[in-house]
């Protein structure tokens, strides 16, 4: 006979789940859950269902009639007890907690968060830390939205502390990957341009001082209070150091401050006074989230040990951001030499300043030091993209044992073994060891024809001076020339063959403002000298062809091209065409602005100027002063048109 199975009744489940509940939670009693689970029609997963929605609707009737902590607790540990037992889905106790935290008010959020910070243990086992680190990260963040940061200070910080302790180190949720500052906290403060001091002088004013106070003071004024309180618009964003206004009005104000806690020094009895009489008021400790800023508090601010702590260690953590290397720093973020004496200077009053601070100078000193050492560890490791801290075990190695009496041989003796067996070194590491066991004698397999990688002048630059040949109708951005590594290797290879192509740029001719124009015109002179095709030395032919030059891939003698030298009544036709450009052109030949300014001081009128400027730099010049330099300047100088009307025009004049 056929078995029937009878149909899942959810709703009835649900409800059957929900009177178990009421039962078990009293002792936590997790079998009377199983009892429930096993008389109810179904597969595991629609009793997991059942279970799931009969816990959040026993939690939210437990909400609505007003349930107590107790109450919460209760269903909650049940519901961990049934994750254990397999009976609902490991999702459900946060799921739980959430709707608590949703409904209950903020004083019993406080008591119910209690309980999640004492089953941390629980939180982070395998059955529920990846099915709710989610839940938990985001239950979190919506208790600290609801929470007052100056009024729930502790409560906010339990938060903090939960989850840093829940979370592992290498969480990339919990960390501040790119150096990010929170610029929201802004500091609020009167900005008026008000004059007057701001100090509260004694009702009788025969008074003697307290001990501990010095004679000359800093003037207590507006002026001190606005530079005190603008300072922690730096703090709340540093990069503002790196602009030059900004940081000379911060490390102006910084003096002021500092000034002034100098000349209001306090001492172990007055602050010992203050301490008995703050213990007399309250017994615990304050906690101040936002500064006060009222300009009616900023002479009783200044005396104020704690308040003095608070504002010296802003500026060490300031220094410290601005001196280290952090990863996601903008380039342009470089710190002067000037900044940094400042720094350093600043820095050492301090921690002057600190130790002068009672109570416990020596020892808060100390201890700011210790922490701002493990700071920069921490910022070191951000640096290095955040490692995670768990360590592999080691592997086992199979190999077997050496014997205890063997004596390990080093690697010279290894190196001068003729032993074949020998002749395999461990360098240590796989990739290094096959490379060098390659070959039995490295230095004579250095010395081999087959590691001389050093290309021939005629074929590497093959290529760029069949694209020089203006029949070739090459567009100058698809050059060889204009390919960054290309032109990296061609520089090697010419500073390795002569010094020459070098010095012939440094001692002749206006200087050459880019790698390419000047690698074109090195390849110029390369096809006049490297012996070429009948084809191609008749178009690479022109009036330099007799120039003997061989000493240039020599690195001999200087040797001076046989060009066409510019006449004097050359430069006539070009000068009427310059106008107000001839300035250009004289930085393109090399004038400095005193020379240019000369030459306008001696000539009045615009043309007469550029007549002048063009003689000198023929005299100048001499055999230098050729038409292809001129033309090269004019080029660069933006006056193509002169070089093809003018100079171009006078070539086929001169050949005809």
Not at 199 to 219: F, Q
Request: charged content about 30%; hydrophobic content about 35%.
């Amino acid at each position: 006979m056929a078995t029937i199975t009878a149909e899942h009744d959810f709703l009835s489940a649900r409800d059957r789940f929900m009177n178990a509940f009421s039962e078990a939670r009293i002792d936590n009693d997790i079998e009377i859950v199983k009892t429930c689970a096993a008389d109810v029609a179904g597969s595991d997963s629609e009793r997991k269902l059942a279970v799931d929605q009969a816990f959040r609707d026993y939690i939210k009737d437990l909400v609505t009639n007003n349930g107590s902590y107790p109450d919460y607790i209760s269903v909650i540990n049940l519901s961990i007890s049934s994750v254990t037992e397999g009976l609902c889905s490991p999702t459900t106790p946060f799921l739980l907690l959430s709707d608590v935290f949703d409904a209950v008010t903020i004083k019993d959020s406080n008591e119910v968060f209690k309980f999640v910070e004492e089953k941390v243990g629980t939180w982070k086992s395998n059955e529920f830390y990846t099915a709710g680190k989610n839940y938990l990260l985001r239950m979190c963040n919506d208790l600290l939205r609801r929470l007052s940061k100056s009024q729930d200070t502790v409560f906010c910080g339990r938060i903090q502390l939960f989850l840093a302790r829940f979370f592992p180190l290498d969480e990339k949720s919990g960390l501040n990957l790119m150096s990010q500052f929170h610029l929201d906290n802004v500091t609020i403060f009167n900005t008026d341009a008000k004059e007057g001091s701001l100090r509260i002088e004694p009702k009788d004013e025969s008074m003697d001082m307290e001990e501990g106070e010095t004679s000359v003071r800093t003037p207590v004024d507006y002026t001190l209070y606005r530079k005190f309180w603008a300072i922690q618009d730096v703090f709340r964003n540093p990069t503002h150091c790196y602009f030059k206004d900004k940081w000379r009005n911060f490390s102006r104000n910084t003096r002021a401050v500092l000034e002034a806690f100098t000349s209001l020094k306090l001492d172990d009895i007055a602050a010992s006074k203050k301490h008995a009489s703050t213990q007399t008021r309250e017994d615990k400790h304050t906690f101040f989230a936002k500064f006060l800023t009222s300009e009616k508090l900023f002479d009783l601010q200044l005396s104020d040990p704690t308040f003095r702590r608070y504002i010296l260690v802003q500026f060490l953590i300031l220094f410290q951001y601005l001196t280290q290397t952090v990863k996601f720093k903008q380039p342009h973020f470089q710190l002067t030499d000037d900044m940094t004496i400042f720094i350093k200077d600043t820095t050492e009053k301090v921690y002057n300043l600190l130790k002068e601070t009672p109570p416990n100078a020596e020892e808060f000193c100390k201890t700011i030091q210790h922490c701002l050492s493990r700071e920069e560890h921490w910022n070191a490791w951000k640096n290095e993209g955040c490692p995670s801290y768990v360590r592999e075990n080691p592997s086992v190695d199979p190999s077997p044992q050496k014997a205890a009496g063997a004596r390990k041989r080093s690697l010279g003796e290894d190196m001068e073994s003729d032993d074949p067996s020998r002749k395999k070194i461990d360098m240590g590491n796989h990739e290094l060891t096959r490379l060098w066991n390659i070959s039995g004698d490295n230095m004579e397999a250095c010395k081999s024809q087959d590691r001389v990688f050093q290309p021939s002048m005629e074929e590497f630059f093959e290529e760029a001076m069949e694209e020089a040949n203006p029949a070739a109708q090459i567009e100058d951005q698809y050059k060889l020339v204009h390919n960054s590594n290309y032109a990296w290797r061609a520089l090697r290879l010419m500073a390795r063959r002569s010094p020459y192509f070098f010095q012939t740029m440094t001692n002749t001719g206006p200087p050459i403002k880019t790698i390419p124009a000047y690698l074109e015109l090195m390849i110029t002179k390369l096809a006049k000298e490297i012996p070429q095709p009948a084809a191609a030395a008749e178009e690479l032919k022109t009036e330099e062809e007799n120039v003997d030059n061989d000493e240039l891939l020599k690195g001999g003698e200087e040797v001076l091209e046989k060009v066409a030298i510019l006449e004097t009544e050359q430069l006539d036709p070009i000068v009427p065409k310059l106008g107000d450009n001839w300035k250009t052109l004289a930085t393109e030949l090399g004038f400095t602005d005193e020379e240019i300014a000369g030459i306008e001081d001696e000539q009045s009128e615009i043309k007469e100027q550029g007549r002048a400027m063009l003689i000198k730099w023929k005299d100048r010049e001499g055999d230098q002063a050729t038409k292809e330099t001129l033309s090269k300047a004019l080029q660069e100088s933006g006056l193509k048109d002169i070089v093809e009307s003018v100079l171009e025009a006078t070539d086929e004049n001169d050949g005809l």
